[in-house]
């Protein structure tokens, strides 16, 4: 079990850029992790996604080329970088630990089975 604990939400002007992190309790060079977010009203949704020797990423639609996610294993530490926020990206950003079909890219929720109690990401117009 691993317990993650986001931090760097906070607000920023339409076109301003922010980086969020996840810092895991324990070792998680293990575990593929991922990016989702929620915005009120909305389903939770996937944001980016990251194997576990960093070789492969994948991005959203909405994020790709503005969005970059990384890790550092020594540090236990999932980052998300954000450059050319848009209100649309306002949100709760989670971080969580893949545990079901992580031998290849998933963005399915139930196959995450460790959450961080997210941070909120405001984007001002």
């Known amino acids: 079990q691993v317990e993650l604990d986001e931090s760097g939400g906070g607000f920023v002007q339409a076109g301003g850029s922010l980086r969020i992190s996840c810092a895991a309790s324990?070792?998680?060079?293990?575990?593929?992790m991922g990016w989702f977010r929620q915005a009120p009203g909305n389903e939770r949704e996937f944001v980016a996604y990251?194997?576990?020797?960093?070789?492969?990423?994948v991005y959203s639609d909405s994020v790709k080329g503005r969005f970059t996610i990384s890790r550092d294993n020594g540090k236990n530490t999932l980052y998300l970088q954000m450059h050319s926020l848009k209100p649309e990206d306002t949100a709760v950003y989670f971080c969580?630990?893949?545990?079901?079909?992580?031998?290849?890219?998933?963005?399915?929720?139930?196959?995450?089975?460790?959450w961080g109690q997210g941070t909120q990401v405001t984007v001002s117009a």
């Open positions: 324990r070792p998680f060079h293990n575990y593929v």
């Open positions: 990251i194997d576990a020797l960093e070789r492969d990423t």
């Open positions: 969580a630990a893949c545990v079901k079909s992580c031998h290849e890219f998933t963005k399915e929720l139930s196959n995450y089975g460790y």
